[in-house]
């Protein structure tokens, strides 16, 4: 699919705020509501939008410490990739996954509300995950919020 500037521009608005009505959105843009929402359900049907998602503020959650892991598995060949896929998605505090290539096997973003629970959430439930081998841990300390390539 071929984005047009119209396109982009709709997509940068839902980036900022996915839930602004369609007739405010054609506003913005200079076409009607039901121009705006055909675009929309072209962007859906194509792919271009796969969904929305709720943002919540971690820290007014009461998630005051971001750690970024770095997991090295310790031995790959005993344990499948998708064993301990499928066994580090089902600790809630873990916001993110995303196998690498690198000097880790995967980067984990993991949530806590605070340094002793993240210890207690790395000691209990990410260590003894299958095949974790090496761990290294670095504490988020401010993150800047940049917009996508559109």
Known sequence: MTLDDLDRN????????????????????????????????????????AGRRLVLDAQKAGFTVTVFLGVKLATKGRVSLEDFERAVTGIAEVQSVEHVLGLYDYR?????????????????????????????????????RLPGPI
């Open 108 to 144: 984990l973003r993991v949530v806590a509300r605070d340094l002793t629970d993240f210890e207690r959430v790395l000691r209990r439930r990410i260590m003894t995950l299958p095949g974790v081998g090496n761990v290294e841990a670095n504490v988020l300390l401010s993150e800047e």
């Open 10 to 49: 709709l997509l940068r608005l839902l980036v900022v705020d996915a839930t602004q009505p369609t007739g405010r959105l054609g506003e913005k843009l200079g076409l009607s509501q039901p121009a705006t929402w055909r675009r929309i359900k072209r962007l859906q049907d194509a792919g271009v939008l």
